[in-house]
């Protein structure tokens, strides 16, 4: 194999400098790049498709596991956390990370992590990179309400804080986030927007749309036994029967 290309990231410098000092002191490696928060790594993730990227899972606003769920499926690396939690450690494996590295990281546990890494990548899969990104949205769905989008412009990631969203809906693998007059598309589906958004300030009125419950301005009921819902913003979204009682919980 050819000399696996690595992005370090943790927002610790000392810890992302150790590790970057590792990597380049290791014959088979090659320090592409290095980055001190998810929207960092992202970029960099995209943009030089490294073989290995090594990350910490606790970073702020955006964790490890997020960075990893908010990939497209064919620019996922081979994926080493990072961590100081005996639990992430164990949560690695079980998302299915090639490794983890707990801190602080010696260097006889990080030559075994890579060389478990450069076996795991000799063999890597298409299932293999599906079971990833799975076992990672699950992970970071389970760390709470989400309070942020992420979306991509070409090779650059930035937040959409929720409350700035009116609503959304399905495009194929996608969210398409409607924010005022522009549309932003974040990765995911609508189930894991259900379970991962507040339900008092959304609501699923469709089984692809999505709305803020604050941006409604009327509520029309329909012979059919739906309703039009029409929006601040002057958008017009049909509900179906079958999401009719979340309609008229917001009518009592």
Known sequence: MNRLRVITVDDEPLTR?????LVCGTEDLELVGEASNGLEALDLITSLVPDLVLIDVEMPELSGFGVIAALERDRVPGVVFITAF???AVQAFEVGAIDYLQKPVTRTRFTAAIERAKERLAHASAAQRRALIEGVSVAERERGRRA???VRRANVHEFVPVEQVDWMDSADNYIRLHV???TQLCRGTMKEME???DPARFIRIHRSAIVAADRIATIRAQ???GYIVQLR???????SRHYAARIRSLLR
């Open 17 to 21: 400098e150790r590790i970057s000092d």
């Open 86 to 88: 005996e639990r992430y």
């Open 148 to 150: 942020r989008f992420v």
């Open 180 to 182: 005022g007059t522009r």
């Open 195 to 197: 379970e991962t958004l």
């Open 223 to 225: 012979v059919s036994g």
């Open 233 to 239: 913003t002057g958008v017009r979204l049909r509900s």
